[in-house]
């Protein structure tokens, strides 16, 4: 499994496009949702994971770990 993430910085208009966009195309329904998750990253003492391009990533979704 692997996972490309994307982060943008958006004004307020901007965002407001997208979502009457995407809401037009129906890539979305409903109403925008708000989730607090909480990360962490491990690595060994050594950074030994990042040396090889690696991250270990451990998520928690509510009372739910991803």
Known sequence: MSE????????ELTS??????AKALKLVTGRPK?????????DTPDHAL???GIALRLRRDGRRWI
């Open 4 to 11: 490309i993430e994307l982060k943008f910085l958006l004004d």
């Open 16 to 21: 407001s496009q997208l979502g009457t966009r």
């Open 50 to 52: 990042k040396k090889a």
């Open 34 to 42: 708000t989730r607090t998750l909480r990360s962490i990253y491990l």
